[in-house]
């Protein structure tokens, strides 16, 4: 009789399954792994970038503070030079008038008054530095116009409001009839009436108004409204109009709110305008919420303009701007434009101007 077969149970086939089986796991563990440090090294570049950002706010805060620092100390030093300076004048006065007492002479008592007169000057000029140091009082000034807006804000800016001549151009393009193509679209197939109610075109105009709010009486304005083709607003053919003039203000206003937004924008033509002034704007205000359209002539035929012409556009026209001449952008941002917020900056920070992207709300 044979002798029955022994089972053996570690087979070769047995061995095999284990091999398989470690293997997977360990090509699992090589798998996890490898996602986990590219995660650990992502997670890395965002925590030092946000450290970055954040070590370069604190630099720029250290230094404000010094900057102010040393402000606040010239204006002590300059206070403590005045008060000084008082105080050896009283004590001239006090002796001057002892020697007047033993005797009395013309020299002498010009000599007092005219060091009197000097404490004054000094006292008046203490009270100048103080009140300089003082926290500003809300107050209407010299204004000649006010403007009420939506709620008590307050505004802190980096825009010089100042120039003798000043000079403000206003995005007048259908572009500036919605915030979005579809709402421009809506708003192209409207009435003119329904046109000019478009709430980008009304906060346009109230934004011009707000700035001849901000100016002082003594400063020359025009305002230009541009689209293909750039209009004066303060009479054609007229240069500048004075802020004390209200009735040619208040009539520009009115014809300003029954403009009707339309057709392209031609930047460097608005630009082209600076030139035919005389006198030469000393700052302008741009309106506008996006990159110009055209050039210096209309397209043949109607067309979507491809972002790279729009690029070269804007190129062109800010070539064309004068030398040393601040631009202070005020940008309606357009949806679907997002290089316009670039250039325009550059175009301010390189002319020694501003740019301020406007909430919806404003002013």
């Not at 398989?20 to 798998?31: K, N, P, R, Y």
């Not at 030139?275 to 209309?298: K, R, W, Y």
């Not at 900056?345 to 404003?362: H, P, V």
Request: charged share 25%; glycine share 6%.
């Amino acid at each position: 009789m044979p002798r029955r077969r022994q089972t053996e149970v570690f087979s070769l086939s047995f061995l095999d399954c284990i091999s398989c089986g470690f293997g997977a796991v360990v090509l699992l563990f090589v798998i996890i792994n490898a996602q986990v440090a590219a995660r650990a090294k992502m997670a890395s570049a965002e925590v030092m970038s946000e450290t970055s950002r954040i070590d370069e706010e604190v630099l720029e805060g250290r230094k404000n503070l010094v900057r102010l620092r040393n402000s606040l100390k010239e204006e002590q030093d300059r206070r403590a030079l005045a008060a000084a300076e008082i105080a050896r004048m009283q004590e001239l006065i006090a002796q001057l008038t002892a020697d007047l007492k033993e005797g009395d002479s013309l020299a002498q008592k010009e000599s007092i008054e005219q060091l009197r007169a000097d404490i004054r000057q000094l006292e008046e000029s203490n009270k100048r530095l103080a009140f300089r140091n003082a926290p500003p009082e809300p107050t209407t000034g010299q204004r000649i116009r006010a403007f009420a807006g939506e709620g008590n804000r307050q505004y802190l800016t980096g825009i010089r409001m100042g120039g003798s001549h000043v000079l403000i151009l206003v995005d007048g393009s259908g572009s500036m009839l919605g915030r979005n193509f579809v709402n421009v679209v809506r708003f192209r197939s409207m009435p003119d009436a329904e046109k000019r109610k478009a709430p980008k075109w009304r906060q346009a105009v109230r934004s011009v108004e707000w700035l001849l709010t901000q100016m002082q009486p003594a400063q020359q304005v025009q305002v230009v409204v541009f689209n293909e083709k750039p209009v004066r607003f303060f009479g054609e053919g007229s240069g500048w109009t004075s802020l004390r003039e209200k009735d040619k203000v208040d009539r520009t206003l009115a014809r300003l709110r029954q403009f009707v937004p339309g057709k392209g924008t031609s930047l460097i033509n608005a630009f082209a305008e600076i030139s035919e002034l005389e006198p030469q704007p000393d700052n302008v205000f741009l309106i506008t919420d996006g990159l110009p359209t055209q050039g210096d002539q209309p397209p043949p035929e109607v067309e979507e303009v491809q972002a790279q012409k729009r690029v070269k556009y804007m190129v062109d026209a800010i070539r064309s701007l004068p030398r040393k001449l601040p631009m202070n952008i005020l940008l309606l941002p357009m949806d679907g434009d997002p290089e316009a917020a670039g250039y325009f900056w550059q175009m301010a920070y390189t002319s020694g101007g501003a740019m301020l992207t406007i909430a919806e709300d404003w002013p």
